[in-house]
């Protein structure tokens, strides 16, 4: 039987949405959301059913026991509705720390096209970070975004610079964009820009 390293709480409902845990009864759902979406910054896996069971599978035979990497996923869904609208993703959490550069995770997050700019994938990401804060023993989350992904970078940069706290850092360098944001002494969102 394999370890599991880190224990996934339930996560609680926000606003509008409710989260889903990724499972196999509901894993076929990538596919209904992405399937049409040509978007090129949602993973190709999630448009197919053999690449959504790849999602599935890796997650209940590797990731989930991941000592380096260990994750979790799940699907926003509309209280009001029960609709699907979107995905989200946390991972590489590592319970073999060395140092602190270790004791971070990373988010991902994915909408579909008709839910979309209404704020619910900022609502989703938003209570997701707060739920990683809550559960692990983290000093810092990561969010990577492609350099041409402006409305993700918008999402990210807002979630960063909300008025609620105080922003210490702004680091550009030549490969990527630093945006960190210190919140009692720990650094709050650290968003990678490809270029």
């Not at 590797?62 to 029960?82: A, E, I, Q």
């Not at 692990?136 to 610079?161: E, G, M, P, R, V």
């Amino acid at each position: 039987m394999k370890n599991i390293h880190f224990f996934f709480p339930e996560m609680t409902a926000s606003q509008r949405i409710y989260y889903e845990p990724l499972s196999e009864e509901n894993y076929l759902q990538l596919p209904k959301l992405f399937a049409f979406d040509s978007s090129l910054y949602v993973l190709d896996r999630y448009k197919n059913e053999y690449g959504a069971k790849m999602v599935w599978e890796e997650y209940i035979n590797y990731v989930k026991y991941s000592l380096k990497h260990c994750g979790h996923n799940w699907f926003m869904r509309l209280k009001d509705t029960n609709e699907y609208i979107g995905f989200l993703n946390l991972y590489d959490l590592n319970a073999e720390l060395i140092d602190s550069r270790e004791h971070r995770c990373t988010v991902g997050f994915q909408t579909a096209i008709p839910y979309r700019k209404l704020g619910f994938t900022k609502e989703g990401v938003s209570h997701l970070i707060a739920y990683a804060f809550k559960h692990f023993d983290i000093d810092f989350i990561l969010a990577y975004t492609h350099k041409d992904n402006i409305s993700s970078q918008s999402l990210l940069k807002n979630l960063i610079l909300s008025p609620t706290t105080k922003t210490t850092t702004f680091l550009i360098n030549t490969l990527f964009l630093n945006y960190r944001e210190v919140q009692q002494d720990k650094v709050f969102l650290h968003l990678s820009i490809y270029v």
